[in-house]
Each structure stands twice: as structure tokens, then as C-alpha cells.
């Protein structure tokens, strides 16, 4: 069975820091890996994906994330943080068409 | 292009009484999803359908999950009678076939509260 572990439920960085979100997962396969956010009042936005190739992924608004199989993580990093980027974030695990398991969600704060 | 429309956004009912959800998913989107999150906890896959059909209905609890998707247009969802554990956000995402593996659109979510 798919699973996700996001294993921070709460982090506070000050804007214009450094920023990882943390996330593990366990498939039995190639995994398809998502990184979404949620800004309060709106839906889950994609911010990133990786099936294959090059295991350093660009997103939007700044995102990327590192895919790492010895690891089983799929953390997600900005180099300077905006105020504008406090939200929820989740890190989802699946396959192409089909269903994805999420991680309970990091809620991210971002301080003046 | 026109993204996920859920309605309502927000609805509360009583204990016992029926709701129903509608999606109505970017046009041409094959592939419609439900989910829904309880209680601030992970966000669970309830449902898939491809077009009218339904690829994947693991994850629906119990029957008094109805879901529908009558022409492979816009889809509801309906909680026939609903419990208190029923409380939460359900979103709908879709996917294109062709571009499935681009990951989902998702709607705004409904919250709905059951008192």
C-alpha cells in the first residue's frame, strides 16, 4: 500500500529564509510524486510533479523539489520565502491516472 | 479555460438529512476524482470516474455515498442520510486523459458541517 509522511505539521520561517518541506513515502513501484498547496479559501494548486528524469524538479513560484530513492523522500525547497507563500502543503504519492495518497499537510507560516 | 467548479461551497445540515455535492470539472476532463478531508487530517481519495464510468469507488465509506456522473459531464455526490463523522471538505479534481499523469485540477472544496 501507498503511503505519505509529511513529518512536520507546523513551520515558521521568517520571509526572505531558507525553506524545506519535508516528505516520505512508501510505494512498491516508480512513484508519480506531487507537491500541492492550499492558500486559505482556495483549492489544492500543483506546485510540482516527478515520474521520471531528472530527479531535481522545478515548479512554480520559485518550488523544487529533490526526489531521492535511497531516501524514499521527496522534499520540497524555496530559496527565499515570500509572505505570500504561508499556506498549507501537502505532498501527495500515486499513480498516472488513478487515485493519490496524501500527507496530512504542513502549514506553513512565514514571519516579517 | 474554465478551472473546478464545486457548489455549494459551504453547506450545514442536521443529522439524518440528505446533501448533494456537485462538481463540474474542467470541460473535456475525462477523468473526475472525489476527496475529502475530516477533520484537518490527510485529504482521502474517495472515488475516480472515467467519463460516466467509475474506474475506482475504494475509498467511498459506506452506502450512504451516492456518487453520479450522468453523461461524463459535471458529477454529485450524495449523503443519504448524513452523519456527524461526515463533516469535512470534499474537493473534486479532474484530469484530462491524455494529460493525466500532469496531476489534477482541483476545485475549491465544499465544507460541509453536519449538526
Known amino acids: 500500500a501507498q503511503s505519505v509522511t509529511q513529518p512536520d505539521i507546523h513551520i515558521t520561517v521568517s520571509e526572505g529564509a531558507s525553506l524545506e518541506l519535508r516528505c516520505n513515502y512508501s510505494?512498491?513501484?516508480?512513484?508519480?510524486l506531487f507537491w500541492y498547496v492550499q492558500s486559505p479559501g482556495q483549492g489544492l494548486q500543483l506546485l510540482l510533479k516527478?515520474?521520471?528524469?531528472?530527479?531535481l524538479v522545478q515548479g512554480i513560484k520559485g518550488f523544487e523539489a529533490d526526489f531521492k530513492r535511497s531516501h524514499s523522500s521527496f522534499n520540497l525547497r524555496k530559496p527565499s520565502v515570500h509572505w505570500s507563500d504561508a499556506a498549507e502543503y501537502f505532498c501527495?504519492?500515486?499513480?498516472?491516472?488513478?487515485?493519490?495518497?496524501f500527507g496530512d499537510g504542513t502549514t506553513l507560516t512565514v514571519k516579517p | 479555460e474554465a478551472g473546478v467548479t464545486q457548489f455549494p461551497s459551504h453547506s450545514v445540515i442536521e443529522k439524518g438529512q440528505t446533501v448533494t455535492l456537485r462538481c463540474d470539472p474542467i470541460?473535456?476532463?475525462?477523468?473526475l476524482y472525489w476527496y475529502r478531508r475530516v477533520m484537518g487530517k490527510e485529504i482521502k481519495f474517495l472515488l475516480h470516474?472515467?467519463?460516466?464510468?467509475?474506474?475506482?469507488e475504494s475509498g467511498m465509506p459506506n452506502n450512504r455515498f451516492l456518487a453520479e456522473r450522468t453523461g461524463g459531464t459535471y458529477s454529485t455526490l450524495k449523503v443519504q442520510p448524513a452523519e456527524l463523522e461526515d463533516s469535512g471538505v470534499y474537493f473534486c479534481a479532474s484530469s484530462s486523459r491524455d494529460r493525466a499523469f500532469y496531476g489534477y485540477t482541483f476545485g475549491s472544496g465544499t465544507r460541509l458541517t453536519v449538526v
Open positions: 516527478y515520474f521520471s528524469g531528472d530527479t
Open positions: 470541460s473535456g476532463h475525462d477523468n
Open positions: 501527495a504519492v500515486g499513480v498516472r491516472a488513478g487515485k493519490s495518497t
Open positions: 470516474f472515467v467519463k460516466e464510468s467509475k474506474q475506482d
Open positions: 510505494y512498491g513501484a516508480t512513484p508519480y
